[in-house]
């Protein structure tokens, strides 16, 4: 290991165990002048920290004391969270030490006793949480803290909200006592906060309030803001606060989980001086509204009845609301199993005339009818979102009314239960923007007057639709605004459809298709949408439609779609990528192709995608990543998604990758752990990142020597063909050479020589040719043109071989009249023919002249006659002639083969 062999690691590391105090470095995160001593179970504060840190938090220890000398070292110190340990009071002199604190935070200790001399000279403080303590006030202890803007003393068992006798906290604007144990609200309670002109909120929540004095809040009559969630607040009770509020400034009042049951008209009687703009009653198990209950609200804006069990909404229930904009009834109606279905009346929106959002998520009702929207001018959005209202088709009908809602821009019917829509369904919402018909179960052909009407629309959502949803050419004839189409898992597999459902949608910049098994598409699927920027076709089956075998090659239907930018095609089963699939996508940013079966890709395919910033092609099967294949896309990507591949480690499959891997500024996550090797076996399990580049380096020696021997090994392998096909000719010309090389001087004595023949030609034949020899030869003889027949011209006496060797000598050409009698003749073939052969070579002479009686095969001729008829010139090969009106032409062709030079040329 690398740690015994680093002489200066073993030092340190021995003084690391003999002096662990000295070395001791406290681990707190220290970031931008913040330290986090938080979970370190310190028991007191590290003083090993920067001087200069504003923040510092060391909750969740064990602290039992704050020593303010502990704290000098930290003079810049703004903010001391000691939150979560078990301090049991709060140091005097800390706003000493820590001159520039404002934000204090002491939550969940024990602080008990609380004087004034414990918070003296805190003028700088402006929050301190004091929440979760057992705090018990001795005197006035925030008489000094006169800048504090906040202040936490929830769950300490206070029993009474009064926090001094004298007006105090000049400046504190929210005053937080949920928790405590206060019953009652007397009178002069909030009469230190007197001249805190500045305060506007309360928060009272979960407080066993069972009473309030008259004129308990007189003191705080800029009160704004007042939080009374989960105190038990009977009908009676709440109508009476609402008197004691009525005149204060109030503006926004919560009341959730308060346990009212009923809410009558008088109930916010007392509030009706106020300006109240926002009222929560959500989580109240309400179940009635009396008509008229919310007249005292000319003025509110936002009201919210979420989680009620009211049973009935009907034209009084919002009365006087005329100042709403949003209404949320999310859950507000609901059905028990032994309560009947709530009803909304006809008109029951009416007065809302200024309502822009109306929130009715999970609601329960009978139904739609006609007039249940009437009204609702200033209507932009509805949201009926997994509402149980019994809708199964919508007709021309269902949202008619909202024909008075020119402003309705979002349409959410999401999980309705939806089965179909009715031509159209959705004709008077003609400024409609989005609509939302997901989760639903709409089963029919989508023929595109369902679309009809809505002349503004820019996104549909029609995903997770049982894919049961068939479309065809005319499907969005009607909506050619349409710019965003959601339809993952919604339709059949088949898209086979021509001319293409999207044609008309020339302003389509997003189109999801995912989910769908979509197996059949047309290579003019997505043609004319230049705007297409968002394609999502995630599990689909188009694995055939990119394959080469495709009958008709493999389909491009990306051709036209030249402005994409996001490319999402998961687990398609892909094993194939088209070389021209990507051509021309140079603002694609995006490429999304995990899950797929992708081994080998070609060189060239992402040569296009210079603007690639994030590619996904994990759990494949790439075995390598190439420099060819993936240098263009991987130049500028700031993250890449490569793990689970079954990589190759060699040389030539990792070395350009590895390399990659760790030079790039490319975020990889997981990069040591999930790109893992396959093969060889050497890195089998092994982390990409473990590759050896340098044992390629010594690879080019071998490479080398490689080269050498393979081309020496297939050097020698020709030179051996060709020894052995075509040796007779290398020697033959060999021979010739040489002998032309010794004789090439003396050709004098060549000129000599021509004299010295006697016969023209010496003529070798089988005995069985002797007659066609006699006949055919003969008479081409005269004077000076005479032939050496063996049987007529060899001296009688002579032994045959001499007679051989002398006459071919004196013969200026030999004769070879070729049969199979000749070559079959042993005597011949013997000697003769060796002779023959040695005199060629031996004096360099071109001497031989072939006469074919018969057809003869090349290798009877080379087996027999060492001869091969590419040893000889054309025209000393002659073949008699079978018809008789030839034979003056072959005795032309003989003579001029006779006559021929004897030299090689
Ligand atoms: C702390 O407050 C006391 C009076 O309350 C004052 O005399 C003293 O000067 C203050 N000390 C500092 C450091 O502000
Ligand atoms: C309510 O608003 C009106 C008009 O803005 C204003 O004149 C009135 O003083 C406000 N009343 C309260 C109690 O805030
Ligand atoms: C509410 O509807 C009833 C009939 O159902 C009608 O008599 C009453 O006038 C309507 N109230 C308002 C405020 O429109
Ligand atoms: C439609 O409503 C559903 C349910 O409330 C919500 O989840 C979804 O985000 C909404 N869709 C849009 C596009 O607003
Ligand atoms: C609704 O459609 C029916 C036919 O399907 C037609 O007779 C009727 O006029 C349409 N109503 C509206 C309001 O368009
Ligand atoms: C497409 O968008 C352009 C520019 O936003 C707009 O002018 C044109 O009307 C749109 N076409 C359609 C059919 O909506
Ligand atoms: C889309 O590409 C075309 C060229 O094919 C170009 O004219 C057009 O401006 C591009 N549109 C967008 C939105 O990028
Ligand atoms: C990378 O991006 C820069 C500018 O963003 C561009 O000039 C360069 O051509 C890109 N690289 C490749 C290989 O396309």
């Given at each position: 290991m690398a740690i015994w062999t680093n002489p200066l690691l073993l030092l340190?590391?021995?003084?690391?165990?003999?002096?662990?105090?000295?070395?001791?470095?406290?681990?707190?995160?220290?970031?931008?002048?913040?330290?986090?001593?938080?979970?370190?179970?310190?028991?007191?504060?590290?003083?090993?920290?920067?001087?200069?840190?504003r923040v510092l938090d060391v909750s969740h220890n064990r602290l039992v004391e704050l020593k303010p000398l502990s704290l000098t070292r930290y003079r810049s110190l703004e903010q001391l969270d000691a939150s979560s340990n078990s301090l049991k009071g709060v140091p005097a002199g800390l706003c000493q030490a820590t001159p520039e604190l404002w934000r204090l935070t002491l939550c969940h200790n024990e602080v008990h006793l609380?004087?004034?001399?414990?918070?003296?000279?805190?003028?700088?403080?402006?929050?301190?949480?004091?929440?979760?303590?057992?705090?018990?006030?001795?005197?006035?202890?925030?008489?000094?803290?006169?800048?504090?803007?906040?202040?936490?003393?929830?769950r300490n068992k206070l029993t009474t909200a009064c926090l001094g006798l004298r007006p105090q906290l000049p400046s504190l604007e929210t005053l937080i006592l949920a928790g405590n144990d206060?019953?009652?609200?007397?009178?002069?309670?909030?009469?230190?906060?007197?001249?805190?002109?500045?305060?506007?909120?309360?928060?009272?929540?979960?407080?066993?309030?069972?009473?309030?004095?008259?004129?308990?809040?007189?003191?705080?009559?800029?009160?704004?803001?007042?939080?009374?969630?989960?105190?038990?607040?009977?009908?009676?009770?709440?109508?009476?606060?609402?008197?004691?509020?009525?005149?204060?400034?109030?503006?926004?009042?919560?009341?959730?989980?308060?346990?009212?049951?009923?809410?009558?008209?008088?109930?916010?009687?007392?509030?009706?001086?106020?300006?109240?703009?926002?009222?929560?009653?959500?989580?109240?198990?309400?179940?009635?509204?009396?008509?008229?209950?919310?007249?005292?609200?000319?003025?509110?804006?936002?009201?919210?009845?979420?989680q009620n069990n009211l049973k009935l909404l009907t034209n009084g229930t919002f009365f006087g609301l005329r100042s709403l904009k949003k209404l949320n009834l999310h859950l507000a109606l609901t059905k028990t199993h032994s309560s009947a279905l709530p009803v909304i009346d006809d008109f029951s929106f009416q007065p809302l005339v200024q309502l822009e959002y109306l929130y009715m998520e999970k609601t329960s009702f009978r139904e739609i009818t006609e007039n249940i929207f009437y009204g609702l001018p200033c209507l932009k959005e509805l949201n009926l979102g997994w509402s149980n209202t019994g809708l199964k088709a919508i007709s021309n009908t269902t949202f008619a009314a909202l024909k008075g809602s020119p402003l309705l821009q979002t349409l959410n019917l999401t999980g309705m239960g939806i089965k179909s829509l009715g031509p159209g369904a959705f004709s008077n919402l003609g400024n409609l923007k989005i609509l939302v018909l997901s989760h639903n179960f709409i089963y029919q052909r989508l023929m595109g007057e369902e679309f009809q009407g809505l002349n503004n629309i820019k996104e549909m959502y029609i995903s997770y639709n049982q894919q049961m949803i068939t479309l065809t050419s005319t499907s969005f004839i009607y909506v050619p605004t349409l710019t965003a189409l959601m339809l993952g898992h919604a339709l059949t597999a088949n898209l086979d459809i021509e001319p293409s459902p999207f044609q008309f949608l020339i302003n389509l910049t997003m189109?999801?298709?995912?989910?769908?098994?979509?197996?059949?598409?047309?290579?003019?699927?997505?043609?004319?949408?230049?705007?297409?920027?968002?394609?999502?076709?995630?599990?689909?089956?188009?694995?055939?439609?990119?394959?080469?075998?495709?009958?008709?090659?493999?389909?491009?239907?990306?051709?036209?779609?030249?402005?994409?930018?996001?490319l999402e095609m998961d687990y398609n089963g892909l094993d194939e990528?088209?070389?021209?699939?990507?051509?021309?996508?140079?603002?694609?940013?995006?490429?999304?192709?995990?899950?797929?079966?992708?081994?080998?890709?070609?060189?060239?395919?992402?040569?296009?995608?210079?603007?690639?910033?994030?590619?996904?092609?994990?759990?494949?099967?790439?075995?390598s990543v190439q420099r060819e294949t993936f240098r263009v896309p991987l130049s500028n990507l700031t993250e890449l998604f490569m793990d689970h591949n079954p990589f190759d480690c060699t040389c030539d499959s990792m070395l350009w990758f590895h390399t990659w891997l760790n030079t790039t500024n490319t975020s990889i996550s997981d990069r040591d752990k999930s790109y893992?090797?396959?093969?060889?076996?050497?890195?089998?399990?092994?982390?990409?990142?473990?590759?050896?580049?340098?044992?390629?380096?010594?690879?080019?020696?071998?490479?080398?020597?490689?080269?050498?021997?393979?081309?020496?090994?297939?050097?020698?392998?020709?030179?051996?063909?060709?020894?052995?096909y075509q040796g007779w000719r290398i020697q033959f010309y060999w021979n010739i050479l040489i002998n032309r090389t010794i004789d090439v001087s003396d050709s004098r004595y060549k000129r000599m020589a021509e004299c010295r023949y006697k016969y023209k030609a010496y003529i070798v034949h089988a005995q069985k040719d002797k007659l066609w020899v006699e006949r055919s030869l003969l008479p081409l003889e005269d004077n000076t043109f005479r032939f050496f027949l063996e049987d007529r011209d060899a001296m009688p006496g002579c032994s045959t071989l001499e007679t051989i060797v002398d006459n071919m000598r004196m013969s200026r050409k030999i004769i070879f009249v070729v049969t199979e009698a000749l070559l079959n003749d042993p005597w011949c073939r013997q000697f003769k023919a060796h002779h023959a052969l040695y005199q060629v070579m031996e004096d360099n002479r071109d001497s031989l002249v072939l006469i074919f009686l018969e057809d003869v095969a090349e290798y009877r001729l080379t087996q027999s006659l060492m001869l091969r008829k590419g040893m000889l010139k054309r025209r000393c090969m002659i073949q008699w002639p079978l018809q008789r009106e030839r034979i003056p032409a072959f005795r032309q062709k003989l003579q001029l083969a006779l006559g021929s030079s004897n030299r090689i040329s």
């Open positions: 340190y590391l021995c003084m690391w165990i003999l002096l662990p105090c000295q070395t001791y470095i406290s681990k707190c995160r220290v970031m931008q002048r913040k330290a986090d001593c938080s979970h370190m179970n310190l028991n007191t504060i590290p003083q090993d920290l920067p001087e200069d840190i609380l004087q004034v001399r414990d918070l003296r000279n805190c003028t700088r403080l402006t929050h301190i949480d004091l929440s979760d303590n057992r705090l018990k006030l001795i005197g006035e202890p925030f008489l000094g803290t006169e800048n504090l803007v906040w202040l936490d003393v929830s206060i019953t009652e609200i007397k009178k002069d309670d909030f009469n230190f906060l007197n001249k805190s002109l500045s305060f506007r909120m309360l928060i009272l929540s979960y407080l066993p309030l069972k009473k309030v004095d008259h004129g308990c809040f007189k003191p705080i009559s800029k009160l704004q803001d007042l939080v009374l969630d989960g105190c038990k607040l009977n009908s009676m009770f709440l109508s009476r606060l609402c008197e004691e509020l009525s005149d204060t400034l109030l503006r926004n009042l919560s009341v959730r989980n308060t346990q009212q049951v009923m809410l009558t008209h008088s109930t916010f009687k007392g509030l009706e001086k106020t300006n109240l703009t926002i009222l929560d009653l959500s989580n109240n198990n309400m179940a009635r509204i009396t008509d008229g209950t919310f007249e005292w609200f000319p003025v509110l804006e936002y009201l919210s009845l979420e189109l999801d298709l995912s989910n769908n098994n979509i197996a059949n598409i047309k290579n003019g699927l997505l043609d004319g949408l230049h705007h297409l920027s968002v394609l999502k076709l995630q599990h689909n089956n188009l694995a055939r439609v990119w394959k080469n075998a495709n009958p008709g090659g493999p389909v491009l239907f990306l051709r036209d779609t030249r402005n994409l930018t996001v990528i088209p070389t021209l699939a990507f051509q021309g996508l140079s603002q694609l940013k995006y490429l999304s192709m995990s899950g797929n079966l992708l081994n080998f890709l070609h060189a060239s395919i992402f040569n296009d995608l210079r603007s690639l910033l994030v590619l996904r092609m994990q759990k494949n099967l790439l075995t893992i090797c396959n093969t060889p076996s050497v890195y089998f399990n092994h982390s990409v990142m473990d590759f050896n580049p340098e044992s390629c380096k010594d690879m080019v020696p071998f490479q080398a020597l490689y080269a050498i021997t393979s081309t020496l090994v297939l050097s020698l392998m020709m030179i051996a063909f060709l020894v052995h």
